[in-house]
């Protein structure tokens, strides 16, 4: 995945994991900036999830990125942003 800023948003995009050194050197030779190209897993479903599953994922999420062997967490949550705000306070 490589973010480019486009009018002060993220512009996230994805390539194919072998391509992304070759796309990530040919944007910035064009001197476009690039905030970070990284390979990411994308999910291709998500799950719902809200009320107290929501709080203990996101505990369980938080615990995992804590460790120190833990280089990187992915998942295939959604939660909206008034769940998101319910359960973070």
Request: no cysteine; aromatic share 2%.
């Amino acid at each position: 995945m490589i973010r480019l800023p486009l009018r002060s948003t993220l512009s996230p995009s994805t390539t194919p994991p072998a391509q992304l050194h070759a796309i990530d050197q040919a944007l910035r030779s064009k001197q476009l900036p690039v905030l970070s190209a990284e390979i990411a897993m994308v999910p291709k479903n998500t799950v719902k999830v809200e009320g107290s599953d929501a709080k203990r994922l996101l505990q369980l999420v938080e615990g995992l990125e804590e460790m120190d062997d833990v280089a990187k967490v992915f998942s295939n949550f959604d939660i909206d942003a008034e769940a998101m705000a319910a359960v973070t306070g």
